[in-house]
C-alpha cells in the first residue's frame, strides 16, 4: 500500500534553505520587479511569505544603501528555526516535531491568509474601480499559497498523530502546569501579533473603505487582532485540537467528557474575550476551560497492557 506520508525533513530543508536565498537576495541582489529574470521570480515563488511588518514601525526592517532590498529579521530567524526544527527531527528519529509543528503553523495562518486576499483584492478592485485591470501575474504567487496551505495542513496534522501515539505515563496524564499554560499563552500571543493580525489587517480593502489609510492603520490593526484571534484559536483548536503555542509545549485540549466538540471550542474562544480572564489561571482552574468542561494535558496516550514489559521479556531475571 502507497504510504501519503509527507518527506517532513526534506521539505522542511527545502523551504528554509530556499527561504534564506530569497531573504539573502532581496537584500543582496535587489532589482525592480519589471528587471526580474524568470529564475529571480521561481526563488520567489518557492519561498513562502514569512516576513512581520507592524503597523508605524520597521522594527523587523533593515535597508541596504540603496534603499530598494531589505532584509526582514523576522524572516531569517523564521528560516533558521526551521532548518534547526528539521535537524531536531532528523537527529531525534522523529520523536521531537514541537518547532518543526509551529514553523508549519506559521506558514499555514501566512499562506491561507494569501489564498484570501488575492481574491478579495481583485473583487474588490472591480467594484470600486471600474478602470481597474486585472492581470495574470498574482496566479501563480495565488497557486502558490494553496500549495503551502496543504503542505502546511498535511505536515501538522501528520506530526500531531506521531505525537498523540507517543506512550506516556499515567501520571504525565493530567492538566499541564500553570508554568506550561502561561507558555502557551505567551507564545500565542505573540503569533496572533505578529502573524496573524498583519496577515488579517491585510484583507481590509483599505484604499477603497478608508480614505484616510495611513492614519487608520493602527485602528485596522487592532480590529485585525481580535479578528485573528478569535479565528486562531477556533481553527486550530477546532482542527488540531491545539494551537502552535501548545504544540511548542506538547500539549493539547481535551473534553473532560465526550469529545472536543465545535461548540466547546467556540465557548473557550470567546470566554477569552472576558476581563481579567487571563489571572484566573491563577486559581485552581481556568474560566476558559471550566465553563465548557475542558482541560489542557500532554500529548500522548496512557500505557496499556500491550504496552508493559516484564523484567523476564527483558532478561534482567530468570523466567
Known amino acids: 500500500m502507497?504510504?501519503?506520508?509527507?518527506?517532513?525533513?526534506?521539505?522542511?530543508?527545502?523551504?528554509?534553505?530556499?527561504?534564506?536565498?530569497?531573504?539573502?537576495?532581496?537584500?543582496?541582489?535587489?532589482?525592480?520587479?519589471e528587471e526580474r529574470t524568470v529564475l529571480t521570480q521561481m526563488i520567489y515563488w518557492f519561498s513562502p511569505y514569512?516576513?512581520?511588518?507592524?503597523?508605524?514601525?520597521?522594527?523587523?526592517?533593515?535597508?541596504?544603501?540603496?534603499?530598494?532590498?531589505?532584509?526582514n529579521l523576522a524572516a531569517i530567524l523564521f528560516w533558521i528555526l526551521i532548518l534547526t526544527g528539521a535537524l531536531i527531527y532528523q537527529n531525534s528519529n522523529g520523536t521531537k516535531s514541537n518547532l518543526l509543528r509551529l514553523c508549519f503553523s506559521i506558514i499555514l495562518i501566512t499562506a491561507g491568509m494569501g489564498v484570501v486576499h488575492m481574491p478579495l483584492v481583485i473583487i474588490f478592485g472591480l467594484i470600486f474601480d471600474s478602470d481597474s485591470e486585472v492581470g495574470w501575474s498574482w496566479i501563480p504567487f495565488f497557486i502558490r499559497n494553496i500549495l503551502f496551505v496543504v503542505i502546511a495542513f498535511k505536515a501538522i496534522k501528520q506530526l500531531n498523530e506521531l505525537n498523540d501515539n507517543k506512550v506516556i505515563s499515567h501520571s504525565q496524564k493530567g492538566s499541564v502546569s500553570k508554568g506550561t499554560r502561561f507558555l502557551n499563552y505567551l507564545m500565542d500571543i505573540v503569533i496572533i501579533s505578529f502573524?496573524?493580525?498583519?496577515?488579517?489587517?491585510?484583507?481590509?480593502?483599505?484604499?477603497h473603505f478608508f480614505d484616510y489609510y495611513y492614519e487608520s492603520m493602527e485602528l485596522i490593526f487592532q480590529i485585525s487582532l481580535y479578528v485573528a484571534l478569535i479565528l486562531y484559536y477556533?481553527?486550530?483548536?477546532?482542527v488540531f485540537k491545539r494551537t502552535p503555542g501548545k504544540m511548542i509545549t506538547g500539549s493539547k485540549v481535551i473534553a473532560e467528557k465526550?469529545?472536543?466538540?465545535?461548540?466547546?471550542?467556540?465557548?473557550?474562544?470567546f470566554s477569552r474575550f472576558v476581563p481579567f480572564e487571563p489571572l484566573?489561571?491563577?486559581?485552581?482552574?481556568?474560566w476558559h476551560d471550566k465553563w465548557t468542561d475542558t482541560q489542557v494535558v500532554k500529548e500522548g496516550s496512557k500505557a496499556t497492557e500491550e504496552h508493559k514489559i516484564s523484567y523476564e521479556e527483558l532478561g534482567l531475571v530468570d523466567a
Open 258 to 269: 465526550g469529545s472536543l466538540t465545535f461548540g466547546k471550542v467556540l465557548g473557550r474562544t
Open 50 to 71: 514569512v516576513d512581520v511588518w507592524l503597523p508605524n514601525t520597521s522594527i523587523f526592517t533593515i535597508f541596504n544603501d540603496s534603499g530598494m532590498g531589505y532584509l
Open 195 to 207: 502573524y496573524g493580525a498583519p496577515a488579517v489587517s491585510n484583507l481590509f480593502p483599505s484604499s
Open 2 to 33: 502507497k504510504s501519503n506520508k509527507l518527506p517532513i525533513v526534506p521539505i522542511a530543508l527545502f523551504i528554509g534553505i530556499i527561504g534564506l536565498a530569497t531573504s539573502l537576495y532581496s537584500y543582496f541582489f535587489s532589482v525592480p520587479l
Open 234 to 238: 477556533l481553527f486550530f483548536e477546532s
Open 280 to 286: 484566573s489561571f491563577f486559581g485552581d482552574k481556568g
